[in-house]
């Protein structure tokens, strides 16, 4: 479980397609920290540590079906992932309810600036299928971009729109971010839940 509170935007140091699946190399400050098995959202993905190095660095390992619905698979050596560890139940709940369980891709396709944050579009493929189990966002509701927990400003049927403060821009990989830059989605699990009760009600 997470909260959505990035860490770091640490980088990737090397990223080996192993038949179906990707092993990807990270350092980043608190890898020092870490212990085999661990949990660690990367770009809100969570993933399991399965090496530790000496040299600060840490290997976790990628699936197929991860690959096939989150940008995990576009990394390469020198990108910038957003990380964080999992959430310690005695702590303040800083975001929201973040499973690291990504849901779909988004593009970004437009930033714009505005007196000292900027906002981001971002546009995703939907059906109504999707919508029945929750696959989209509302009006001031939450939605999780490459791991950061956000508020969408302005939700529309297959886009929607989230402001960045400076502090996020300089400390995630927001900073990396472009005009069709692939992110990660993650939709609120609540928002998720309320609709599969519908969906079984209804049956």
Known sequence: MFSGIVEEAATVVNAERVDGNVNLTVRCSFADELHIDQSVAHNGVCLTVVELKPDSTYVVTAIRETLERSNIGDLEAGSLVNLERSMLMNGRLDGHIVQGHVDTTAVCT??????????????????????????????????????????????????????????????????????????????????????????????
């Not at 059906?127 to 966002?137: D, I, R």
């Not at 999780?144 to 929607?160: A, H, K, R």
């Open 110 to 203: 437009a930033i714009e600036e505005a007196d000292g944050s900027t906002y981001f579009t971002f546009k995703y493929t939907t059906t109504p299928e999707m919508v029945v189990k929750g696959y989209m966002t509302v009006e001031k509701g939450s939605v999780t971009v490459n791991g950061v927990s956000l508020t969408v400003c302005d939700s529309e049927p297959d886009q929607f729109r989230v402001a960045i403060i400076p502090f996020t821009f300089e400390h995630t990989n927001f900073r990396a971010i472009r005009v069709g830059t692939r992110v990660n989605l993650e939709f609120d699990i609540i928002g998720k839940y309320l609709a599969r009760m519908v969906e079984l009600k209804n049956l």
